[in-house]
């Protein structure tokens, strides 16, 4: 399998160099979101390199996204700082690195890489350091901000791309911890759970909380559970929409390992455009994603045969109302009815979960 020598110049470049390469180090973007879509290059490299040692080097607090995948052999957490890059440049000294694949788009990484000696490095370059990769390849407006580089990253590397989706994976025990937490409060098996992921990375991409507010009315008053889930960061956010719908169950501050489980249970999804939705479509759930500012052609999940879009006329997320939004989950209904997420979803083993192959 051929990898790549450097040529000169910024922007798509390679050339082909042997042997294959036997210990690869992957560095992953911060975000959920990116890390969902990062499973195809991973999944991609271990049918190119089967016999090839693969690290994951991934924000701190991220790794239960990618453990239980089989993805890689292991996960150097990265930190941030000046203590952060020497501990990262230590690990990739000595980790013997022999391919560097940098997808995080931080010039700090490949200078790291080139400092460490690796001697392959390609990647996703900005508008520095481009002649410090072997091979790279830059952003384009016209494709999605991280699958569509990813992808056409991978050829350079001599790497099919033909079977490409996103994985998930739900952690053994985690469905029934989500279950009881539910259970304590007050959630009865017999009412399906929607999730709403109340926050987002950007506060332009949220959605109002006196929407979410409106919704879970619509919801109960149909006989669903509304679930608000989130981070700490969105507790405050989640207190406004419970003020509004007190009869509303919450999973905000839920550990991250929990989070597939919890998704997992739900019979649809509502999210902006923010991390969980990507895991959300990963494991196959039916999600209503609310675009306001972003674009999904940019943004979207890989896979969208079970997700609606929801995109405000104004361009703002206060342009989306509740009423909408609840027709979208009515037309998901019929899809929604023929799937069980409830209580054989609680006992089922835990296993990876993978999106439709995208062509």
């Keep these: 399998m051929a990898v790549g020598v450097r040529s000169p110049g910024l922007g798509d470049r390679t050339g082909p160099v042997n042997p294959p390469p036997q210990r690869i180090m992957v560095t992953i973007m911060d975000h959920i979101g990116d890390v969902v879509n990062t499973t ?72 790291l890489a080139w400092l460490a000696g690796i001697p392959v490095r390609y990647g996703v370059h900005k508008n520095r350091y481009g002649r ?30 033909a079977e490409w989706r996103t994985m998930a994976h739900e952690a053994p025990g985690s469905a029934d911890r989500v279950c009881r937490t539910l259970g304590a409060a007050g959630w009865h098996q017999s009412r399906p759970l929607v999730g709403l992921v109340v926050g987002a990375s950007g506060a332009s991409r949220v959605w109002p909380a006196e929407r979410f507010g409106e919704l879970c009315g619509h919801l109960e008053r149909l006989g669903y559970a ?20 007190p009869e509303a169950l919450s999973l905000i501050g839920a550990p991250l390992a929990d989070l597939p ?42 896979d969208r045969s079970r997700c609606t879009l929801v995109t405000s006329a ?45 062509p």
């Design 314 to 358: 104004t361009g703002a997320m206060d342009g989306i109302a509740a009423a909408h939004v609840a027709a979208a989950l009515d037309a998901l209904a019929g899809v929604c009815s023929s799937m069980d997420h409830n209580l054989e979803a609680a006992h089922r083993s835990a296993g990876p979960a993978a999106g439709p192959e995208t």
């Design 40 to 111: 195809p290059v991973l999944a991609a490299l271990r049918r190119a390199f089967p016999a090839a040692w693969i690290v994951g080097e991934m924000c701190a607090g991220s790794e239960p996204l990618l453990e239980g995948l089989g993805l890689v052999d292991t996960i150097w957490s990265r930190r941030r700082g000046v203590g952060g890059r020497v501990e990262r440049l230590t690990r990739m000294r000595h980790g013997r690195i022999d391919l560097a694949l940098l997808l995080d788009c931080d010039n700090a990484a490949v200078v």
């Design 132 to 161: 410090l990769y072997t091979g790279s390849v830059s952003r384009r407006d016209d494709e999605h901000e991280t699958l569509g580089p990813f992808r056409r990253l991978m050829p350079l590397l001599g790497v099919e791309t």
């Design 226 to 245: 509304p679930v608000l889930l989130g981070s700490e960061v969105d507790r405050p956010r989640a207190a406004q929409v419970l003020a509004s719908a």
């Design 261 to 302: 489980a919890a998704l997992r249970l739900c019979r649809a999804v509502v999210s902006g455009d923010t991390g969980p939705m990507h895991l959300v479509a990963a494991l196959g759930v039916p999600c209503v994603a609310l675009y306001g500012p972003s674009r999904p052609e940019q943004t979207g999940p890989l």
